[in-house]
């Protein structure tokens, strides 16, 4: 069994930064790829960034590319998620997601786990 518990949201400005945590319990987090996805009031849970077992292969959408970095650290059963430049449109619920199928997914249909979700609000 796995428990992914998020932490880190919160109200910031546009242009401002903040960095998402993803503590996990649980073995499968080892080999268990992460995801992260963003759902905004009234639509769909959308994905924003994921990263392999290993850290080294990672993927982003393109609407985060190049402000946000996911990174882990196995050590500490941990996944981060640094957000940069953020803009009001980023406002959503993030979720941390685990798939223990290899290979990053970029839909959440195909992860198998998944935390309560933290808030971040951007204001303009």
């Known amino acids: 069994q796995v428990q992914l518990v998020e932490s880190g949201g919160g109200l910031v400005q546009a242009g401002g930064s903040l960095r998402l945590s993803c503590a996990a319990s649980?073995?499968?987090?080892?080999?268990?790829?992460i995801g992260w996805f963003g759902q905004a009031p009234g639509k769909e849970r959308e994905f924003i960034a994921a990263?392999?077992?290993?850290?080294?292969?990672?993927d982003y959408a393109d609407s985060v590319t190049g402000r946000f970095t996911i990174s882990r650290d196995n050590a500490k059963k941990t996944v981060y998620l640094r957000m940069n430049s953020l803009k009001p449109e980023d406002t959503a619920v993030y979720y941390c997601e685990l798939r223990r199928e290899s290979g990053l997914g970029f839909s959440a249909v195909e992860y198998d786990y998944w935390g309560q979700g933290t808030q971040v609000t951007v204001s303009s």
């Open positions: 649980g073995r499968a987090f080892i080999s268990g790829d």
């Open positions: 990263v392999d077992w290993s850290g080294i292969n990672t």
